[in-house]
């Protein structure tokens, strides 16, 4: 609520400023302020949040602008109005377009296809009759209010309500399960798809609100200059809209208004001085980039942060009177899990051939091995990461087929990593609310509107996290960044997140790796009570006395094939597993099997 009166306040004084000032030239900086802020907001979502770097921009500026102007000049004749919607809508259609090399490339490839993008726009509407060639097109319609043309005062009106209207929507969207999916992708896509954010659809969503402010923008300049040319759709537009969210902070809710009002001063200072104006904005590109990352907002935050000082960093322990949440209506008449003769094969190697298994519900089954065995890789095609050769799984009795991470994470698989893939910019709070993503029913447009609906679950997710937090004993590190916490805790705050996916099966890939033995064996007892409360669990272990003294069933991996599984007692007097692990031949194995009591160690 702060927030918004603050937007409100702040919309206010620049509209006050408008009506007070009587000369066009500053009336007309105020109106380029509107049309880069939200042009740098709907950036700022795909760059700032979702991480995705596109040099096209101006491709999707000259959508709108050329959207307004044919549909207002052309055989259709479409009222003003009419045309600024549709042509946003012309410029979010094509954002589509461009976000769908995003689902192949990524970094610099991706800004390179983007750039193209921008370049080929550029070119057919320089070129192209139908877009009037170098001349452009006149002529174009302006937006009325009672019949009459907007002035340059009304314009500046119009572009400050839309701004705040944009920013107040905005920050619904992304304050809640929306930011937080686009800022997962940034940081890590193969987490974000275990944990249930649709990589792709999400991707698309960042590009297409973009591409709509974008073109929004267009739109309005074509209406208010009443003509366009291709002079304005320029490499310099795209590096400028970059240049915005970098400067003013990308992934700040501030950030546009900051690079938007500071920017555009600057520019009108040195408009008259043309050389230098390319040369200031290359400055302050790589001014933003090397001085301050995190833009002005970051500077800003960084100096309210100082005041506010270090939270502490100690974890208590876990509350034994938490419990998770869990779905209910697991199906008890099958296999919670089976797979069958799966294989998988990297060029010669092979690591898994034939692997069947079959897990039970409330059950802690250790999948165990020497290095290289495939266990990862098992845990991988069981969560999709990987897709298996041949064979098929089976979870409650359906296949998974060709499900993706995110859907498969849906229905009920969560898991760990073996090298940490925690989202280490977000705070604990907000890495295991991403556990809650596709556990939460409000849509895009109840969380852009902010309707009651979205509050409600965000609450509601809210409040399950909290107690998943209690049951780890995370509570006293909720709001810090989780990259910032020793090791172990960061490993908890992985199984948290994927514990708030309220998972049927938790795969867990080496849990115990880099802990000392008393975390070891405090994880042992969270493992047993995660079982407790209902959630299957195959771990991936390297630590056998954590293994036997957890486990319900032991399955045993060697060279990709599965070389023994059953109770753990009788699995670790196996003379195929001691072999397996002390690498002894079948004499050997034999001489071993004579005596039970060597303990099998990693
Ligand atoms: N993407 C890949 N490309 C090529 N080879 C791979 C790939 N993933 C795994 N491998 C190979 O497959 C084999 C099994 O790897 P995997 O990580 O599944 O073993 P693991 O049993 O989990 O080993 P560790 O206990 O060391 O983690 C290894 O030889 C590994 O190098």
């Not at 549709?86 to 991706?110: D, E, F, H, K, N």
């Not at 390179?112 to 001349?135: H, N, R, S, Y």
């Not at 949440?325 to 092979?350: I, W």
């Not at 997710?461 to 960061?490: M, N």
Request: with cysteine.
């Amino acid at each position: 609520m702060r927030h918004a009166l603050l937007a409100i306040m702040v919309a206010g004084l620049a509209a006050l400023a408008a009506g007070v000032v009587t000369n066009d030239f500053y009336l007309r900086i105020l109106f380029n302020i509107g049309i880069y802020f939200l042009c740098a907001s709907g950036m700022n979502v795909l760059l700032g949040y979702a991480g995705q770097k596109s040099l096209g921009q101006a491709g999707l500026f000259a959508a709108g602008a050329y959207g307004a102007a044919l549909l207002t000049t052309s055989a259709w004749d479409l009222g003003p109005w009419t045309a600024l919607v549709l042509s946003t809508a012309i410029a979010a259609l094509c954002g589509v377009l461009i976000a769908a090399p995003s689902l192949r490339v990524r970094g610099p490839s991706l800004a390179m296809v983007t750039l193209a993008f921008g370049i080929v726009v550029e070119k057919v509407v320089t070129e192209a009759e139908v877009f009037g060639g170098a001349m452009g097109i006149y002529a174009i319609k302006p937006l009325t209010l009672g019949g009459e043309p907007l002035d340059m005062r009304q314009w500046v009106w119009l572009v400050i309500a839309l701004g705040l209207g944009l920013h107040l929507l905005l920050r619904n969207l992304l304050t809640g399960r929306y930011g937080r999916a686009f800022l997962s992708l940034q940081a890590d896509e193969i987490a974000a798809g275990a944990v249930g954010v649709p990589v792709h659809r999400t991707k698309v969503l960042a590009f297409v609100i973009a591409a709509a402010t974008c073109g929004l923008a267009g739109a309005l300049v074509a209406q208010q200059n009443q003509y366009i040319n291709s002079d304005f759709i320029n490499f310099n537009l795209s590096i400028f809209i970059l240049l915005l969210v970098l400067f003013g902070g990308a992934g700040s809710l501030a950030g546009p208004v900051l690079g938007a009002v500071t920017l555009t001063v600057v520019s009108a200072l040195v408009a008259r001085w043309a050389w230098i104006e390319h040369f200031v904005q290359g400055a302050l590109l790589l001014f933003a980039l090397y001085v301050m990352p995190k833009g002005l907002a970051g500077v800003l935050d960084g100096l309210f942060r100082a005041r506010r000082g270090e939270a502490p960093r100690r974890a208590e322990a876990p509350s034994a009177d938490a419990r998770l949440p869990v779905r209910a209506g697991a199906a008890r008449d099958t296999p919670l899990l089976q797979a069958e003769a799966l294989n998988k094969a990297y060029g010669g190697v092979r690591p898994a051939r034939d692997v069947s298994a079959r897990l039970t519900l409330g059950h802690i089954h250790a999948l165990i091995g020497p290095n290289g065995a495939g266990k990862s890789t098992l845990i991988n095609m069981l969560s999709g990461v990987v897709r298996p050769d041949s064979g098929r799984i089976l979870f409650q009795g359906q296949p998974l087929g060709r499900a993706a991470p995110h859907a498969i994470c849906d229905r009920g698989i969560a898991r760990t990593f073996q090298n940490l893939r925690l989202f280490r910019d977000l705070s604990v709070r907000d890495n295991v609310l991403l556990g809650q993503h596709a556990r939460m029913r409000n849509g895009f447009l109840s969380s852009l509107l902010g309707l009651p609906r979205a509050w409600r679950e965000e609450r509601a997710a809210e409040a399950r996290v909290s107690e998943i937090l209690r049951f780890l004993g995370l509570s006293a590190l909720a709001d810090q960044p989780a990259g910032a916490l020793p090791y172990g805790l960061q490993r908890r705050v992985e199984l948290a997140r994927a514990l708030a996916t309220e998972p049927y099966l938790l795969l867990l890939d080496e849990p115990a790796a880099g802990l000392n033995p008393q975390e070891t064996a405090e994880l042992g007892k969270l493992l047993l009570r995660i079982r407790d409360q209902g959630i299957t669990i195959l771990l991936v272990e390297h630590h056998m006395d954590l293994v036997m003294a957890i486990s319900d069933h032991v399955i045993v991996l060697d060279y990709g094939a599965t070389i023994a599984e059953g109770a753990p007692a009788a699995v670790q007097a196996d003379p195929r597993v001691m072999a397996a692990y002390l690498g002894t031949d079948d004499a050997a194995a034999e001489e071993a099997s004579a005596e039970p009591e060597l303990a099998v160690r990693a």
